[in-house]
């Protein structure tokens, strides 16, 4: 396994750089790297910049306007993204329902939402969770009857991210209750203008507005957004959610927080002296820094072994654990760093246009609310011990 970058590697690396520091809008990247609030309009401004330089969707084929990068590229081009302090390119569209799309979706349903992802048009938001059922998914009991040429889909689901800027959900229903579980669900996809859909904020320990709960109430769907075959939602669930897991490694994030953490070190001081002279100090951050150098080594193994074809086994969960607890690891020290001045926290100090003061400086106001943003990646995308279960299963067979 060679995992250096080729002299075309290398070459694309240089080419995605000078793209993203010549295009990707100052304000936009202030937000982003300062941590502050980064809006739908920010993501969407950069999804159309991409897009138009035809990087809209680096994960898909070119036969549906996809970039055709493998993953090596892919990663690439993530990598530079993130550190120049883009905005993340939504999930939710792009590397959830589109994949399930172009593999279970009628040439209608291509046609009418792919080009639409791409330029984002549409926000898409996944209704899978529901107050019962979570991490045991297949339990969900929201109901879809078809009446007519139209399901009516009563029910609740949450943890709904960006449910306020969406305009489509895909979501789970049930369509039928005898049998196994798995057995009698379906996909659906369902305009969130629809009659009888409403959505309710969950605010998060950061004071963060990203989470909702959506409730629908006799809401008809048209029987063309079903996606695959009625009751046999779960094998499109499974291959959707095998698409969430792509990036789950958390590693432009990681490296992100890393950079952050150093910038903020040089300006604390400590006995006069800035806290990244600490020795103390310096040897944590001297930890975290071999840990992420670490988990990019695993991770460059891991596009590897996906490059040579070999398939993936439980690989993905150990990054994504691992991924999570660096994160969690830096906003820590982040925290450490800010002392008694992590505590205050002025909300509108989130805007960047904000021009009054904060009583640690605005560079230490978001870290709190950070710190506990964070501790949400050992939640979503399967929580973590969920991934210890599927490391279990995978390697010693438990
Ligand atoms: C920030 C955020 C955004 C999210 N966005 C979305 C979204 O857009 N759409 C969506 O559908 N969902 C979303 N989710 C929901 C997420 O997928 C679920 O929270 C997750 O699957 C866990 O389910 P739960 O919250 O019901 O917890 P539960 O499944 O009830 O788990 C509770 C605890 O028990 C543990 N546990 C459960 N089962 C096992 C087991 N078999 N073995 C060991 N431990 C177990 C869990 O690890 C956890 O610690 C989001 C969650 C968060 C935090």
């Keep these: 396994m060679d995992l250096r970058e080729s002299p075309e590697e290398l070459q694309f690396r240089a080419e995605v750089r000078a793209f ?31 897009a138009a330089r035809g990087w809209g969707a680096p994960g898909w084929p070119v036969a549906h306007g996809g970039c055709g990068w493998n993953a090596v590229q892919r990663n690439i081009f993530d990598e530079e993204c993130f550190s120049a302090g883009a905005p993340r390119q939504m999930p939710f569209g792009l590397s959830m329902i589109a994949p399930v799309l172009m593999k279970y979706g009628t040439a209608a349903q291509q046609a009418r939402f792919l080009p639409r992802i791409l330029s984002m048009d549409d926000w898409w938001c996944q209704g899978y969770s529901e107050p019962g059922a979570g991490s045991d998914l297949a339990s969900l009991k929201t109901r879809a009857e078809l009446v007519g040429g139209h399901y009516l889909v009563t029910g609740q689901k949450i943890w709904t991210s960006f449910a306020q800027w969406a305009n489509w959900m895909f979501a789970l229903v049930r369509t039928a209750s005898d049998g196994k579980p ?19 904020p969950i605010r998060t320990l950061d004071g963060g507005h990203d989470v909702n709960e959506v409730f629908l109430d006799a809401v008809q769907v048209p029987v063309e957004n079903l996606v695959g075959t009625e009751n046999d939602g779960w094998t499109v669930a499974k291959y959707l959610l095998g698409h969430e897991r792509t990036n789950i490694a958390g590693l432009g994030m990681c490296k992100r927080l890393l950079r952050r953490l150093k910038e903020i070190a040089r300006t604390q001081m400590k006995h006069g002296q800035p806290l990244i002279d600490d020795p103390r100090f310096r040897d944590k951050v001297a930890k975290i820094e071999i840990d992420v150098l670490a988990h990019e080594w695993a991770l460059a193994r891991l596009i590897s072994l996906e490059q040579s074809g070999r398939g993936l086994g439980a690989e993905p969960s150990m990054l994504k654990i691992r991924g999570s607890e660096i994160q969690a690891d830096i906003g820590e020290l982040l925290i450490e760093c800010a002392g008694p001045y992590a505590l205050p926290h002025v909300e509108a100090a989130m805007d960047l246009d904000y021009e009054g003061e904060t009583p640690g400086g605005v560079e230490l106001n978001p870290l709190a609310g950070l710190y506990l943003d964070l501790r949400k990646v050992a939640i979503y995308g399967g929580t973590n011990e969920i991934q210890r279960g599927l490391i279990g299963k995978s390697i010693v067979g438990v």
Aim: proline share 4%.
């Design 20 to 50: 993203v520091a010549a295009e990707l809008p100052d304000d936009i990247r202030r937000k982003v790297l300062g941590f502050l609030r980064v809006e739908r309009e920010d993501y969407v401004r950069w999804q159309r910049i991409l």
């Design 182 to 200: 798995q057995r009698g669900i379906s996909l659906l996809l369902i305009p969130m203008d629809a009659k009888g859909i409403s959505v309710r």
